[in-house]
């Protein structure tokens, strides 16, 4: 079993990265993505314990980028085999200013739900979300607060880009990012297309042409209709797909590593090969 979509504690997921890697053995998954927002972190920290389990461990990101003016996600692959001398270590520092303007953004968070009555600080926000707190750590604060009885409703009410608490956050431009990624040798694919606020075949051209390598075709929150037209599309576009969980710990309990939801996960095991043969003919 194979899965390219994972968090860890370093950003959203509950599962340390070592803990994620003893889940993957668990599960039967023997290779598997780690795919944090906007940090390797998870990943480096998987690096030995993956090595020691006899697991392949793929360096994934997922990056919040803006099309068209709205908040679509990115995921960055860097196969070691095809990784630019120096090209990781330029990529790495550009994360770095992502991770700056996320600061930037939670310190006006914090300001905006405090105006709104909320008693919340930056420490107890960071006391959840460490390095890489973000709006699912602030999230978890509300409810633990019982300002909200849950995730989704602290989004509903506060957190999601319609409610009342949203401050805008600097993301870069998709085209920006997929250029950055393909700078430094990885693959550029698509997350979660049905998350796309807008008809993924009237654009996709667009995105080929910003450079896309491939979509996430598999994913725990496509039906198995939605998976088809997603694979036609690709096919239709000369594009890779890609495919996982999209794992969350009890962050997102209904989720299962490499099987999805429910079992509704059917990746094909060769999708790293595909990548390689693509890779190794350009
Ligand atoms: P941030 O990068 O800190 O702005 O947080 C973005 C993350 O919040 C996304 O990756 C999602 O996991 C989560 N998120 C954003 N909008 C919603 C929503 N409406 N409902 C639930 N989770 C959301
Ligand atoms: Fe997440
Ligand atoms: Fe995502
Ligand atoms: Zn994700």
Redesign the pocket.
């Known amino acids: 079993m194979i899965d390219l979509h994972s968090h860890t504690t370093a950003s959203?997921g509950t599962f340390s990265p070592p803990q994620l890697v003893d889940e993957a053995k668990r599960a039967g998954v023997h290779i598997l993505g780690i795919t944090d927002?906007d940090t390797f972190s998870g990943f480096d920290q998987a690096v030995a314990p993956a090595r020691e389990a006899g697991l392949e461990l793929v360096c994934g990101i997922e990056l919040?980028t803006k099309l068209h003016g709205h908040s679509v996600?990115l995921l960055g692959y860097f196969l070691n085999t095809f990784v630019k001398p120096d090209g990781l270590d330029v990529f790495r520092m550009w994360i770095r200013d992502l991770q700056a303007s996320?600061r930037e953004r939670n310190v006006r968070l914090v300001a905006r739900l405090r105006e709104l009555g909320l008693d919340i600080t930056m420490e107890e926000a960071e006391a959840r979300g460490g390095g890489m707190t973000?709006?699912?750590h602030f999230a978890r604060l509300l409810v633990e607060k019982g300002y909200v009885s849950s995730?989704?409703q602290a989004?509903?009410e506060y957190?999601?880009?319609s409610a009342k608490g949203y401050v805008t956050?600097r993301e870069p431009q998709f085209a920006e990012a997929v250029e950055h990624i393909r700078d430094a040798g990885g693959i550029a694919s698509l997350a979660h297309p049905v998350r796309l606020p807008e008809d993924l075949a009237s654009i996709l051209a667009e995105l080929r042409a910003a450079g896309l390598d491939a979509i996430e075709a598999y994913h725990s929150d496509h039906s198995s209709s939605q998976t088809a037209l997603y694979l036609e599309l690709a096919a239709q576009h000369g594009l890779l797909v890609t495919g996982g969980s999209d794992f969350h710990g009890a962050a997102k309990p209904e989720i299962q590593l490499g099987t999805g939801r429910g079992g509704n996960l059917q990746i094909p095991d060769d999708l790293v090969a595909r990548f390689r043969a693509r890779l190794r003919a350009s």
């Open positions: 959203d927002h919040s996600h996320r973000g709006r699912p995730m989704q989004f509903d957190l999601d880009e956050r």
